[in-house]
C-alpha cells in the first residue's frame, strides 16, 4: 500500500511538472488520469501493481 501510495504522488508531480513546463495540456492531463483510473479497475490492475511493486524492490535494493 505505502508503494502505490507514493507511486501516486511521484506521477502526480510528474504530471503537474509536465503541465507546468507546457509538455502535457489540462485535457491531455485528465486523459491520462481518467485512463488510470480505469485501467485501475480492469483484469491488468494486479499485474501492473505486481510490477511497480518488483521495479521499486529492485530499486530500493541498489547501492549507490
Excluded: E
Excluded at 33 to 58: D, E, K, Y
Amino acid at each position: 500500500m505505502a508503494v502505490s501510495v507514493s507511486l501516486v504522488v511521484i506521477l502526480l508531480i510528474l504530471v503537474i511538472m509536465l503541465m507546468r513546463f507546457g509538455y502535457v495540456r489540462g485535457g491531455s492531463a485528465v486523459v491520462c488520469i481518467l485512463l488510470g483510473f480505469f485501467l485501475a479497475s480492469t483484469g491488468l490492475a494486479p499485474a501492473i501493481n505486481q510490477s511497480a511493486q518488483a521495479l521499486a524492490h529492485a530499486l530500493g535494493a541498489v547501492r549507490l
